[in-house]
C-alpha cells in the first residue's frame, strides 16, 4: 500500500513538471542579434566618401593624367552626396573589370562613372534609382556615317571594330561581331584615336560618350544616338546588405535628376 502511495505521488509529480513552461535560455546560450553598421552613419563619422571609379569615362568619369584630378558629370554628382554626408571624397582608381569587385570587397563605398545597370552586377552589388537612360551606338569617321549604321553593315569581313576591356561595351561587341575583326584596345581614353587615324572604322559605345566624343572630335560622328541597338540606364552601385546607405543614395539620385542638378552638370560636358 505504501508502495501504490509513492508511485501515485511520483506520478503527479512528473504530470506537473510536464505542464510546467520551460525555463529560458541562458543569456550565454542564446545567439546575440547580427549587428549590422550602415554606412549612413560610418561615412559621416570618418568624414570620408570611397569612390570606385575607372576615370576614363568622359563624359561621366575623367582622371586627368597630368595632376591626378577627376572630373565628370558624376564626379560632381558624387562631390555633393559627399558634402550631404558631411564627408568629402576620396577617389579609389579601379577598371572596369574590377569594379563590382572592388565594391564587393569593401575597397570603397560607392561605384560611379557611367556604369550601367545589368544583372550579372545587380547579384552583387545594389543600384540606385538611374541616373539616366542609354544604350549602345555605334561612333566612325564622318565619311562613313552611311556605312555603318546596322549590325549588319558593321559585322562584315574587312570591317574593324574596336573596344575597350573589360565592361558592356565588350559584352556587346562579342556577342554581335562574329565576321568582322574585333581589336581589344586597353586604353579607353586613346581609344577614339584609332577611329580618327584610321587603324579602326567603328567602336560601339553608349550613345552618351559616342555624343561626346563627336563633340570634342570634329573628325568622328555618332550613329542615330537617339535610337540606339540597346536599352540600358546608368546609376550609382552600393554594396549589398546595407538597405539604409541605398535608400540615401536613391533619395539623393531622386532629388538631383528632378530638380535640375543632374541635368545642369550634363549640360556643361554635352552641350
Known sequence: MKRAV??????CLLAVTAAAPSAP????????????????????ERGVLRVCTTGDYRPFTYKDPKDGSYSGIDIDMTRDLARSLD??????DSTWARLVGDLSAGRCDIAV?????TLSRARQVHFSEPTRTDGKTPIVRCEDKDRFR?????????????VN???????????????????VHPDNTTIFDEIVE???DVMMTDASETRYQAKIRPELCSVHPEEPFTFSEKAFATPRGDEEFLEYVDQ???????????ARYESQWMD
Request: proline residues 8%.
Open 198 to 200: 584610321g587603324r579602326a
Open 252 to 262: 539623393f539620385v531622386h532629388l538631383a535628376t528632378h530638380d535640375g542638378t543632374y
Open 113 to 117: 562613372g557611367g556604369v550601367s545597370i
Open 87 to 92: 564627408a568629402s571624397p576620396r577617389f579609389v
Open 150 to 162: 546596322t549590325l549588319e553593315e558593321i559585322d562584315r569581313p574587312g570591317t574593324r571594330v574596336v
Open 165 to 183: 576591356p573589360g565592361g558592356t561595351n565588350e559584352q556587346f561587341a562579342r556577342t554581335h561581331i562574329k565576321q568582322a575583326t574585333l581589336t
Open 25 to 44: 535560455a541562458t543569456p550565454s546560450a542564446a545567439k546575440p542579434p547580427k549587428h549590422h553598421r550602415s554606412l549612413l552613419d560610418s561615412v559621416p
Open 6 to 11: 509513492t508511485l501515485s505521488a511520483l506520478v
